[in-house]
């Protein structure tokens, strides 16, 4: 128990000094935008088209495996896991805590910004654990990774600007954006190696001149 809640403490610290310790207008609205699934779901799937008809084998590759990782792992693993844990969000459960979120209406665009007072109640089904847009954002990157191998860094930035807009919002703990980044990156390896297996199986009968040009999802001239 004494482990526990030095953990706890180191991480109620960290993000008290993330959330509280370094914000601006600007990161407000560039943090509130970047988390704004509203606005980026239909550009991603719009590209996502573009990719899938115009780009490369890799490119192509990593488009399918972000894809179903994204879709699989968001519903059926993360969601389940927010459900069996209930780990309240930060602003639900701690005092002071500044919580950047859409503007209501038309200012949508706009972040409202509170600080969160003396939790009245405990929180019934909390959310907190763990990230799905750190998950989503590792699943990308664990993707790039298994196409393009392990000399590409920089889709990683976007994951490490995922998980602080996370923390900086109010909406999670430093351990629940760390956690989610091996999470992702387990179910994302297993989703991709059942992808090839299939793809090899599949390929060959059903889409034999894709599959002449894109014998694997990992590894492309």
């Known amino acids: 128990m004494k482990l526990i809640s030095q953990v706890y403490s180191l991480d109620l610290r960290v993000f008290r000094w993330i959330n509280r310790g370094f914000n601006h207008p600007w990161l407000d609205q560039f943090f509130n935008l970047l988390a704004d699934g509203r606005f980026w779901v ?18 192509k590759s990593w488009v399918i495996l972000t ?30 805590v500044r919580d950047v979120s859409p503007g209501s209406g038309e200012n949508r665009w706009q972040p409202a910004v509170r600080i969160s007072g003396i939790p009245e109640k405990e929180v019934q089904h909390g ?19 298994l196409v393009w191998g ?14 602080l807009g996370r923390i900086y919002t109010g909406d999670h703990y430093p351990t629940d954006v760390l956690a989610s980044i091996p ?31 894109m014998k694997s999802l990992f590894s492309h001239p």
Not at 76 to 89: E, S
Not at 201 to 213: A, C, D, E, I
């Open 42 to 59: 239909p550009i991603l799937l719009g590209m996502a088209l573009v990719l899938l008809l115009t780009g490369k084998n890799r490119v």
């Open 67 to 96: 894809f179903f990782s994204v879709a699989i792992g968001d519903p059926l693993i993360c969601n389940p896991l927010k459900h069996l844990v209930d780990r309240p969000r930060p602003f639900e459960a701690v005092e002071g």
């Open 127 to 145: 959310r907190s654990f763990p990230s799905s847009h750190v998950a989503n954002a590792t699943a990308a990157a664990m993707s790039a990774r």
């Open 150 to 163: 392990s000399s590409l860094r920089w889709p990683w930035v976007f994951v490490s600007m995922a998980a």
């Open 183 to 213: 999470l992702s990156m387990l179910y994302t390896w297993l989703i991709a190696r059942l992808l090839d297996i299939l793809w090899k199986r599949v390929g060959p009968k059903f889409l034999p001149k894709p599959y002449s040009r």
